[in-house]
């Protein structure tokens, strides 16, 4: 709970069988890695069909995680800065995704100015922003792949205009928003 208001976070797994899409929730309290999360969706499919991981936080952003077999996850955010404030969402921020280098998550000792002023705040350019390069500097807006949908009916374009009710909108593309409602 926040100022009052409770976070409504909503997770569910899609996988396509030759029958069509099977829906569950899922719990996330136990994923703490994107590793895990792609294990639970392996889980969900034994056949090592396409998994759909599908992530919303209540009119703040959404995420789509797509695991096919044993290859890696893909990933869509579709606004990263909102997601770095959950931490569902910071499962999914992985460095690769963010174009970090993996372990780049803190200042290089040879760069900290020692002249007293380090108090934990960002560095800040000249308008008063987090300068690209700092450590907090995540991207406002959607990363990851966009296209991670495409040959399943849900193009670029479509997924990066998506907002509020993102997640029926992708279940209806893919024939899947019946089964979806099921696990809402």
């Known amino acids: 709970m926040t100022s009052g208001r409770v976070t409504v976070y909503f997770a569910a797994l899609l996988a396509r069988t030759e ?3 099977e829906a569950s929730d899922t719990e996330l ?13 392996r889980e969900a499919s034994p056949d090592e069909d396409t998994v ?14 797509r695991v096919d077999g044993e290859e890696d996850p893909r990933i869509y ?13 910071e499962i999914l921020l992985t460095d690769e995704l963010l174009g970090r280098e993996p372990g780049d998550d803190g200042a290089d000792l040879d760069a900290l100015d ?9 560095d800040e350019d000249a308008d008063g922003g ?13 990363v990851g792949d966009a296209q991670v949908l495409e040959d399943l009916g849900v193009s670029e374009k479509e997924l990066r205009s998506m907002t509020e009710d993102a997640l029926t909108e992708i279940a209806e593309a893919l024939g ?6 099921t696990v809402r």
């Open 77 to 89: 955010v579709s606004d990263a800065a909102a997601a770095a404030r959950s931490s569902y969402g």
């Open 19 to 21: 029958d069509g899409w």
């Open 52 to 65: 759909l991981v599908l992530i919303e936080q209540e009119d703040g952003w959404f995420g789509v995680v």
């Open 29 to 41: 309290d136990d994923v703490e890695t994107l590793s895990d999360l792609a294990d639970l969706a």
């Open 130 to 142: 987090a300068v690209a390069g700092s450590a907090d500097a995540v991207p406002h807006g959607p």
């Open 114 to 122: 020692l002249d007293g002023t380090e108090d934990g705040e960002p």
């Open 176 to 181: 899947a928003s019946e089964v979806l409602e």
